[in-house]
T-cell receptor
Framework: DAGVIQSPRHEVTEMGQEVTLRCKPI?????LFWYRQTMMRGLELLIY????????DSGMPEDRFSAKMPNASFSTLKIQPSEPRDSAVYFC???????????FGPGTRLTVT | AQSVTQPDIHITVSEGASLELRCNYS??????LFWYVQSPGQGLQLLLK??????LVQGIKGFEAEFKRSQSSFNLRKPSVHWSDAAEYFC???????????FGTGTRLQVFP
C-alpha cells in the first residue's frame, strides 16, 4: 500500500490567497483526520471524518478553514483567505475502526507570506 | 479530562546508551496507548501500541514500552540508542467511546556520537 498521500508537499502563497490541501487516505480506512503542527501549539486536531461524514470540526480555527470528503479516497482542506499565521505543517491521517491506530501522511508545509 | 503529559521536552543521550522517554496519561477508562516517532520533515510513524494484555509491548526499531496502570504511565525504552533514533517522539492516548487520539507535546531526542 502507498500509505497516506498528501499534496502538495510544499506550498508558498501570499496572504489573502486561497489554499487547497489534498489527502488520499489508505484504501479501506474509514476515518480521516486533519492535523496542524506548529512550534508554538504542537499537533492540533482540526477535523475528522468517519465514512466521509464530518464528525468533529471543533478544532477548525476559523470560518476561513473548511474541509470536505466527497468520497472515501479523497479529502481537501481549504483556507480562504490565507493569513501568515496559518503557516504550519498540515498532516492528514487515516485509520480503520476503533481503536485508532492512525497512519500519517508526509504532511504539507504551508508558508503564507 | 483526557490528557497526555510528556515531561521531558528535550533529551540528549550518547550513542549506545539506554533510553527512557516518559509518558503519563489521564483517561477515565482502560486506555489505548501509542508511541509515534517523527523524523525531521516527515510525518508521524507508529512505533508501538498497547490495547490490552501483556503490559510490556514490543515495537519497531528495537523499542519497547511498559504500561503501568498504577502509575498512569507508558514509558518508552530502548536498551542501546543509535544515531538514527534522533527524532521527536509523541505519546498518544485513546480508548473506547472516543474516536480521537490525544497527543502529548513530544520529546525531542538528540543523539551524540
Amino acid at each position: 500500500d502507498a500509505g497516506v498521500i498528501q499534496s502538495p508537499r510544499h506550498e508558498v502563497t501570499e496572504m489573502g490567497q486561497e489554499v487547497t490541501l489534498r489527502c488520499k487516505p489508505i484504501s479501506g480506512h474509514d476515518y480521516l483526520f486533519w492535523y496542524r503542527q506548529t512550534m508554538m501549539r504542537g499537533l492540533e486536531l482540526l477535523i475528522y471524518f468517519n465514512n466521509n461524514v464530518p464528525i468533529d470540526d471543533s478544532g477548525m480555527p476559523e470560518d476561513r478553514f473548511s474541509a470536505k470528503m466527497p468520497n472515501a479516497s479523497f479529502s481537501t482542506l481549504k483556507i480562504q483567505p490565507s493569513e501568515p499565521r496559518d503557516s504550519a505543517v498540515y498532516f492528514c491521517a487515516s485509520s480503520i475502526g476503533i481503536p485508532h491506530e492512525q497512519y500519517f501522511g508526509p504532511g504539507t508545509r504551508l508558508t503564507v507570506t | 479530562a483526557q490528557s497526555v503529559t510528556q515531561p521531558d521536552i528535550h533529551i540528549t543521550v550518547s550513542e549506545g546508551a539506554s533510553l527512557e522517554l516518559r509518558c503519563n496519561y489521564s483517561y477515565g477508562a482502560t486506555p489505548y496507548l501509542f508511541w509515534y516517532v517523527q523524523s525531521p520533515g516527515q510525518g508521524l510513524q507508529l512505533l508501538l501500541k498497547y490495547f490490552s494484555g501483556d503490559t510490556l509491548v514490543q515495537g519497531i526499531k528495537g523499542f519497547e514500552a511498559e504500561f503501568k496502570r498504577s502509575q498512569s504511565s507508558f514509558n518508552l525504552r530502548k536498551p542501546s540508542v543509535h544515531w538514527s533514533d534522533a527524532a521527536e517522539y509523541f505519546c498518544a492516548v485513546g480508548g473506547p467511546g472516543t474516536d480521537k487520539l490525544i497527543f502529548g507535546t513530544g520529546t525531542r531526542l538528540q543523539v551524540f556520537p
